[in-house]
């Protein structure tokens, strides 16, 4: 496979949100890179289950809208094989110079309505804290999840069909599944 090919396959198995609210997929945005690097990371360790969702963040703070609608962030589930589940969010980001990723890393399975709620409360920090993660959240999630900000691995956004291959062989070695796969 060359680095211009596309991921194979169709989009990843839609997460249901129980609490979050849901975005269309229409406004993906630029987290379309997003989406294609997970869909590589996703034949490339075909032993590990990915989930892929769109929350529209709270209104509220000027930051979780961009123009007239909601900010949306996607919500990356990565499940490998007898390990507890690594969470990944991205935001779309629409007049955001510089923004990482965040990886929630779950020390052990968790009830869904457990992460659903870490995950909101890190949505909810990113907002109120002015579109930056909140190190008050990272803190206060720390007895079940350690929070790891992955800045720069996406770059160049508007890349994603030449460079999708590349980035998601990054993000597995950050997200340490290079020795999760079985």
Known sequence: MTTGERANGGR?????????????????GDLEALDETVRHMRDTLPNVEFFMGLAALKQG????????????????TIRPSGRPPIILIDIERSGIAALSMMSMHFAEELPEDQIEGAVQKMLDGWAKSGGYWSSEVESALAKYCRCQRLPKVLIPRG????YGKGWAMRLIRKLGLEVMDD
């Open 159 to 162: 890349g994603s069909a030449m």
């Open 12 to 28: 990843l198995p839609p997460l249901e949100f129980k609490s979050i609210s849901s975005a269309p997929l229409a406004s993906m």
């Open 61 to 76: 703070p000027a930051v979780a809208s961009v123009g007239s609608s909601p900010r949306v962030a996607m919500v990356v």
